[in-house]
């Protein structure tokens, strides 16, 4: 199956808003509570995308996967961020994928696209927040990122521990 990476278009918002909910509902059932997944709604994300792609920074990267025959699969978010006490320039917002793309490598090409991306505007460096017990940490860690902070998430009703990961090197990453 032919899978092509490219920068997403406004047109495509409700396509990533899909998967974006999706993925939430998949991949962190049992981890957030059912009525905050069950909660999440397609066009209010597709606000949220709309609001996002119709706007963007010359800083700022949104890629999609888009796989023949089943429109857009994954996405990746990413930008410049203002320097914080952290040191990093650069922070990727989310990655997500269908359930039914995941384990064929194409998280990591989106990864490596965002990594690509901000390194080209002079980013030196890239964090990313995510829950504690998300359960696909491992690809984080397999990409290279280290656990740099800890920290807490309010998601509905509950406060979550999360964990920031670190890539202090963009531009000495070599593509696995």
């Known amino acids: 199956m032919t899978i092509d990476i490219r920068p997403a278009t406004t ?5 990533i808003a899909a998967v974006h909910v999706s993925s939430w509902r998949t991949a962190y059932r049992g981890l957030v509570d059912d009525a905050t ?4 709604s397609v ?3 597709t606000e949220l995308w709309n609001r996002r792609l119709s706007a963007p920074r010359d800083d700022q990267f949104v890629f999609v996967a888009e796989a023949a025959g089943d429109g857009i699969v994954g996405f990746v978010d990413a930008a410049r961020i203002e320097p914080s006490d952290d040191g990093f320039e650069a922070e990727l917002f989310a990655i997500y994928l269908l ?4 384990g064929r490598g194409l998280g990591r090409r989106l990864f ?4 690509t991306s901000v390194a080209a505007i002079g980013c030196r460096n ?3 927040v ?3 017990d998300n359960p696909f940490r491992r690809f984080y860690d397999a990409m ?3 656990v740099v902070a800890g920290g807490f998430a309010d998601i509905g009703p509950q406060r979550l521990e999360t964990v920031t990961y670190g890539w202090k090197r963009l531009t000495e990453e070599k593509p696995a």
């Open 43 to 45: 066009p209010s994300r």
């Open 144 to 146: 290279g990122g280290a």
């Open 126 to 128: 890239l964090k990313l």
């Open 11 to 15: 047109s495509e918002a409700e396509a």
């Open 112 to 115: 490596r696209q965002a990594q």
């Open 37 to 40: 997944l069950d909660a999440l």
């Open 130 to 132: 995510v829950l504690a």
């Open 99 to 102: 359930d039914s793309h995941r």
